[in-house]
């Protein structure tokens, strides 16, 4: 079975099944490719009805809230989007953060003076020997330098989550002055910090310590918080386990999920936690360096986005933003084809992740500036194609189809086209959840200039891929790990972050020795680091550093990191303070 969708500038026609809204006909603003799909969805619900898992959205007692970014023009106006019930956050030049209620969304699309409105894309997570790796060393010991760098009169921000406020890390060498100096932790009810809406500011360093954690089940914000900062108090004499900026004030960010609600943090909640601690550091008089390891492989990987604007309007003189490069250094993830009159198609099929509980995946797909392209998705049973769809990229359209594989299951589709978004490139995205048994074969033609495409998925905070394969067919690609670098990791502004590997060995608190010897080689680049370059060709990552066998802090709450815990063959070193610091 074949159907053809075509948008024409002047009617749709549509052939057999498949639910299509030309979504901009009546706005003011482009919407991105994620903004379509949501609006798409949206119509189907009930004011009160929970969203789909893959929306970053809160609740309060009267709305759902989704967080978005927008682009605003001289013509906005804040009281216009402020009587629909909108929350403005952070203004990083005409980059705003909003948080909409949904039942609102209609009448702020079309609301004068927004040129674009994105609304989140989920994103998700992404350290003794390594300072001698890095000559860290030597800098803490002024080594050819002017003065010792140790942090001191410098503000760390770690925006993440499963942050250990107690932990000894986070005070001083001498285990006296505690460092941490704010905590908003943005998913809590209480206090929102002033000029935010949402969250609870924690001031207090006593609040802090007998808050002790923002999730019992994570350790990454403290392994990251401690790699960047921590003191190494509790360790060996010479400070062995001590981080970077080891006299630094730290203040943290905890973008922890509420399951109930929402499956992960979004990037307009991440510019407000920058500008957040920015403004903390500049009310001390102090620069800061923020740091995020998260991330996700959707979105234009050129530095055009919306949140790479705006943290280019943040950023600057005392004023850093650092990037992890992220983790699918591994992952056939990509293809990029160079289209011409003699080669105009290019085929692949996707292996879904098997990690998750169900078949799904986001396939983005990028073009040229004022380029269109086809996108076909197929079912292949093996032998032959059981049902196909062809959609051209010529007209802004968001469609709810499905295909019928040869089993009679159903592969349901999503696809939001924007043949010119935020960075004039003509953009698919497609929302899969296939139940057949048979294999998804993608089709992209043109006849000329380049396109990108890229999978990924989030759920539950945690990133899956799966894979482009070739299916043993000489007609088809297969998939590469090159230019895997998400849109955020591509921001110009931002200093990404790759890993290269400084130790493969390490020993147990019980004295078992572990190893990642063949998988990876000190002082290469660690395989699970992703490529770049970006889409524009500039050089990301810029630096690489230890990101393979780090030991740093974790936090105490997770108890699978205790003796009798599932991970506790991961722990180099345990340390009991006598004061009740946490271990």
């Known amino acids: 079975m074949l159907r053809i969708i075509l948008f024409c500038l002047s009617y749709l026609f549509i052939i057999l099944n498949g639910l299509a809204q030309n979504i901009e006909a009546h706005s003011h603003a482009k919407l991105s490719a994620f903004t379509q799909k949501f609006i798409l969805e949206k119509s189907k619900l009930n004011n009160n009805e929970q969203l789909n898992n893959e929306y970053s959205h809160n609740k ?36 705003w953060t909003v948080r909409i209620p949904i039942d609102s969304l209609d009448d702020f699309v079309n609301l004068e003076g927004i040129d674009y409105i994105q609304i989140d894309e989920p994103i998700h997570q992404n350290l003794d020997y390594a300072r001698k790796a890095v000559r860290v060393d030597s800098v803490h010991n002024g080594f050819a330098l002017p003065c010792k760098y140790t942090g001191k009169n410098v503000v760390v921000g770690i925006i993440d989550v ?98 109930s609600q929402w499956i992960s943090g979004g990037l307009s909640v991440i510019i407000d936690a920058i500008n957040y601690i920015f403004t903390y550091a500049e ?82 797909i990028w073009g040229d500036t004022g380029r269109t392209f086809t996108l076909g998705l197929s079912l292949f049973d093996g032998s032959e194609f ?20 040869s089993d009679n299951d159903t592969c349901f589709l999503k696809i939001s086209i924007l043949p010119s978004d935020i960075n004039n490139r003509s953009h698919i995205l497609v929302d899969i959840n296939c139940k057949t048994i048979d294999s998804l074969c993608v089709t992209v033609k043109d006849t000329v200039g380049t396109v990108n495409m890229c999978l990924g998925y989030v759920f539950g905070s945690r990133g899956y891929y799966g ?22 990791a591509t921001t110009k502004s931002a200093i990404t972050v790759g890993a290269f590997t400084s130790k493969t060995n390490w020993t147990d608190p019980n004295g078992n020795e572990w190893s990642y010897a063949g998988y990876a080689y000190i002082n290469s680049i660690a395989p699970f680091s992703s490529h770049g370059p970006s889409w524009d060709n500039r050089l990301k990552p810029e630096i690489c550093a230890p990101g393979l066998t780090l030991a740093s802090a974790i936090n105490s709450f997770d108890t699978s990191f205790l003796p009798d815990g599932s991970q506790y063959f991961y722990a180099v070193c345990k340390y009991t303070n006598p004061t009740n610091m946490k271990d």
């Open 467 to 488: 894979y482009f394969t070739d299916n043993n067919k000489p007609w088809a690609t297969i998939g590469n790990s090159e230019m895997t670098l998400g849109e955020m």
């Open 162 to 259: 499963g942050f250990d406020y107690s932990h000894p890390a986070f005070y001083d060498t001498m285990g006296i002055k505690y460092r941490i100096k704010r905590v908003w932790e943005q998913n809590s009810n209480g206090t929102p910090p002033d000029g935010y809406s949402y969250g609870n500011e924690i001031i207090d360093s006593l609040e802090m310590i007998l808050k002790g954690t923002d999730d019992k089940t994570s350790i990454h914000g403290t392994h990251v918080a401690a790699i960047a900062a921590g003191s190494g108090y509790g360790g060996n004499p010479n400070s062995k386990y001590r981080g970077i900026a080891y006299e630094s004030d730290i203040v943290l960010v905890a973008i922890t999920p509420q399951q």
């Open 386 to 405: 059981t049902d196909s769809i062809y959609v051209k990229c010529i007209n802004n359209m968001a469609i709810d189809t499905f295909l019928i594989g």
């Open 60 to 95: 309060s007692v009267k709305h759902i809230y989704v967080g978005a970014l927008i682009k605003v023009n001289d013509n906005i106006q804040q009281q216009n989007i402020e009587k629909l019930g909108i929350i403005v956050g952070t203004k990083a030049g005409n980059i």
């Open 283 to 364: 009310s001390q008089g102090k620069p800061a360096v923020v740091n995020l390891s998260w991330g996700c492989t959707i979105g234009p990987a050129d530095g055009t986005s919306l949140f790479s604007q705006a943290c280019d309007n943040l950023t600057g003189p005392g004023k850093i933003f650092v990037i992890a490069a992220g983790n699918n250094g591994n992952d056939k993830i990509h293809i990029q084809k160079n289209f011409s009159k003699q080669d105009t198609i290019v085929n692949s099929f996707i292996v879904f992740d098997n990690n998750l509980p169900f078949k799904a995946t986001w396939l983005d």
